[in-house]
């Protein structure tokens, strides 16, 4: 069974930067596209960005010129490069993927996954 496992959330200081890895790990075949989203408590989950099987990628309007996704496919990771920090950005940060998954009769399904979330604080 194919899971998103995220790392690289934490705390920093206004203006620092931060790396957010989600690996997807199990029977993949092959992801199409890839996103990273936020939540904080008492809102509902916000897109952060998206990046597509052909290497296109989409921000919201608060990521743009600060924040940078990317994919590595060989190794099925996806990264959220995050710079000059604002207190705003405090979020847990989950990553969502289209994952083909192979089965154990060897057919493929497609499937939407979300990780466990990781929490990112930025002090003021």
């Known amino acids: 069974q194919v899971q998103l496992v995220e790392s690289g959330g934490g705390l920093v200081q206004t203006g620092g930067s931060l790396r957010l890895s989600c690996v997807a790990s199990?029977?993949?075949?092959?992801?199409?596209?890839m996103g990273w989203y936020r939540q904080v408590p008492g809102k509902r989950r916000e897109l952060v960005a998206l990046i597509n099987d052909d290497g296109s990628s989409k921000y919201k309007d608060f990521a743009k010129g600060r924040l940078t996704i990317s994919r590595d496919r060989a190794r099925n990771t996806l990264y959220l490069q995050m710079n000059n920090l604002k207190p705003e950005d405090r979020a847990v940060y989950y990553c969502n993927a289209v994952v083909w998954e192979k089965g154990d009769d060897g057919r493929l399904d497609i499937t939407g996954l979300w990780g466990q979330g990781t929490q990112v604080t930025v002090s003021s």
């Open positions: 199990g029977s993949v075949a092959s992801i199409s596209s």
